[in-house]
Nanobody, 125 residues
Framework: VQLQASGGGQVQPGGSVRLSCAAP????????MGWFRQAPGKDREFVGA????????DYADFMKGRFTISRDNAKNTVYLQMNSLKPEDMAVYYC???????????????????WGQGTLVTVSS
């Protein structure tokens, strides 16, 4: 199963971008879907995750309301809407999917079953 992330590119500081991640071939509604990111020279970090139903989400503290995760179970797609982008948000963003996650494990990269190839978001003027 290959998760297919898209939507990255260059955006100006203060701008917005929406990333998408398609997950064909899985029972999407049975999966917790999340996003991680890795900036150049830094460790990979958790961004956020959405429960299987989409009613519950968990976000990293640094997001401070700027990012929103949503999902469309009919389209097997999860989204990451990023607003008020800062230069420090520049990173490769990875989507992930996990079937049997509990809330306490959502922030762990190795708790997921599938990982996308990543999409680069560059924030610069």
């Amino acid at each position: 199963v290959q998760l297919q992330a898209s939507g990255g590119g260059q955006v100006q500081p203060g701008g917005s971008v929406r990333l998408s991640c398609a997950a064909p071939g899985i029972t999407f509604r049975s999966y917790t879907m999340g996003w991680f990111r890795q900036a150049p020279g830094k460790d990979r970090e958790f961004v956020g995750a959405s429960s299987r139903s989409g009613y519950t989400s968990d976000y990293a503290d640094f997001m401070k309301g700027r990012f929103t995760i949503s999902r469309d179970n009919a389209k097997n797609t999860v989204y990451l809407q990023m607003n008020s982008l800062k230069p420090e948000d520049m990173a490769v963003y990875y989507c992930v999917g996990g079937r049997s996650l509990i809330m306490s494990s959502m922030r762990r990269w190795d708790a997921y079953d599938y990982w996308g190839q990543g999409t680069l978001v560059t924030v610069s003027s």
